[in-house]
Nanobody, 131 residues
Framework: DVQLQASGGGLVQAGGSLRLSCVTS????????IAWFRQVPGKEREEISC????????LYTDSVKGRFTFSSDNAKNTVHLLMNSLKPEDTAVYYC????????????????????????WGQGTQVTVSS
């Protein structure tokens, strides 16, 4: 039974930091791409960061590059998203997701777009950044 459990969200002032975690189980962690998405009610889901099984580095959408850091703890089948210098526009529900092998994202106009769907999703964790 595949599970992804996201946690670590909360309320923080602008300029502050949060560290999200995504604990996974039920699949071979090293064989999957793991990604973070976020969504604001009424808006489309946004691709934030992703690490494929083949790359040692992660992809970041332009709006978070230099502020967010994706990391993996393979021994614990867990990924983290360290979010620094948070801005009010980072307010959203953040989701982790997994799919085999590659992220399958296409870069265009400063953003990534999913060319291939992610199979497994966590439940989301709310991040609220106050100004």
């Amino acid at each position: 039974d595949v599970q992804l459990q996201a946690s670590g969200g909360g309320l923080v002032q602008a300029g502050g930091s949060l560290r999200l975690s995504c604990v996974t189980s039920g699949f071979t962690f090293d064989d999957y791409a793991i990604a973070w998405f976020r969504q604001v009610p009424g808006k489309e889901r946004e691709e934030i960061s992703c690490r494929s099984r083949f790359d040692g580095h992660a992809l970041y959408t332009d709006s978070v590059k230099g502020r967010f850091t994706f990391s993996s703890d393979n021994a614990k089948n867990t990924v983290h998203l360290l979010m620094n210098s948070l801005k009010p526009e980072d307010t959203a529900v953040y989701y982790c997701a997994a799919r085999p092998d590659r992220c399958g994202w296409v870069y265009y106009g400063g953003k990534f777009y999913s060319a291939d769907p992610f199979e497994f999703w966590g439940q989301g964790t709310q991040v609220t950044v106050s100004s």
